[in-house]
Nanobody
């Protein structure tokens, strides 16, 4: 299983980024997938989940600002992040909703002026 997150970068507060997660070696179409993040000195936390039937759950801190989606034809999951805040700064990872697969390198998101 390979899960490659990309699309991170440096953005000013209030800005936007779109993360992508390319999956291979997993039956993506039937898998509930999630975005996670780990801030410096912090623990990894679940940010959003999308089920195989597109049922979605967000952590309270990102509700109304982040949008998770998936394209099963491309085995790809996305995270549209708007109105970014400095506290969103973290390494973002994608994985199964249960975190069952090995963690990739993630993609760094830095929100700073």
């Amino acid at each position: 299983v390979q899960l490659q997150a990309s699309g991170g970068g440096l953005v000013q507060p209030g800005g936007s980024l779109r993360l992508s997660c390319a999956a291979s070696g997993v039956d993506f179409r039937v898998s509930a997938m999630g975005w996670y993040r780990q801030a410096p000195g912090g623990q990894r936390e679940l940010v959003a989940i999308i089920s195989s039937s597109n049922h979605i759950i967000y952590v309270d801190s990102v509700k109304g600002r982040f949008t998770i989606s998936r394209d099963n034809a491309k085995n790809t999951m996305y995270l549209q992040m708007n109105s970014l805040k400095p506290e969103d700064t973290a390494v973002y990872y994608c994985n199964h909703a249960t975190g069952r697969y090995s963690w990739g390198q993630g993609t760094q998101v830095t929100v700073s002026s």
